[in-house]
Structure formats: C-alpha cells, structure tokens
C-alpha cells in the first residue's frame, strides 16, 4: 500500500510540475511574440538562429531551475519543520488539529528520502527544459523582414 501511495504522489507531483512546464512555455511564447522587432533586429546585425535559440532557451531553462531550487528549498523546510508548523496553527486556531486520540500520533511523521527527492528534482529539469525547445525554435525562425514590416 506504501509503495502505491508512492508511486500515485509521484504522477501527482509529475501531472503538477507539467502544468509548471505549461506555464513556461506560455511565458516564453508571450516573450517571443513581445520581443519579435527586438529579434528581427538582433537577426538583421548577424546574430545565427542557433544563437537566438540559446538565448531563449537559457531563458527559460533559467526560469526552470530557479523554480526547482525554491521548490526544492521550501520542501525541504517544511519538511523538516512540519511539527513546528502543525502546533503554530494549533496555537493560531486555538484547537487540537490531528488529535492523538482520533489519528494515533503525537506528533505529524516526515520522512524525506533523498534518492526520490533527487528523482522530483531531475524530473523537474528535465520537463522545464523540455518546455522551453519549442518556444526557442519559434524564436529562432523567426522572419526578420515580417517582424519588421509593420514597425
């Protein structure tokens, strides 16, 4: 039943940090189509279509990374924290929230496995740097003469 359990929050948290990864696509495709005369002139001073790709896409695997690394750290605070924050809303609601006569706990458990928190953080990367190919492809064959045209 543990190793279900396991398994069902991990295409949670997959189906979760997708949605993250939809986010950066929309972010990147809005990015391009604001700074298509910023491109079209980049690419009329001889900037290569590989090097407008580069830049859009260490954008967004910016974006990414720094998404997983704050995602990472608040994890990892609450996690090693969640008895803390357990009794600081008891004191703040004034009532006995999980009850150890109703739920058999004294304290909230939490148990953070490094190897599947290592496998979160590479499945992250990998989806938000995913995400970001096809927004820096659009940049990259992006026309200079019709970007321009109506300037």
Do not use: H
């Amino acid at each position: 039943a543990l190793q279900v359990e396991r398994n069902v929050m991990f295409m949670i948290l997959t189906l979760i940090v997708l949605v993250a990864a939809l986010n950066i696509i929309s972010g990147l495709i809005m990015l391009v189509k604001d700074k298509g005369s910023d491109i079209a002139i980049l690419r009329t001073m001889g900037a290569t279509s590989g090097s407008v790709m580069r830049i859009f896409f260490m954008t967004g695997a910016a974006i990414g990374v720094a998404g997983t690394v704050a995602g990472v750290a608040l994890g990892v605070v609450v996690c090693l924290n969640i008895e803390s924050i357990r009794q600081f809303f008891s004191w703040i609601s004034g009532t006995t929230l999980f009850s150890p006569e109703l739920y058999f706990l004294s304290q909230l458990p939490a148990d953070m496995n490094a190897d599947e928190t290592a496998l979160v953080v590479v499945m992250a990367l990998t989806l938000s740097f995913l995400a970001t190919i096809f927004p820096a492809w659009r940049a990259s064959r992006l026309d200079p003469v019709q970007a321009l045209r109506y300037e």
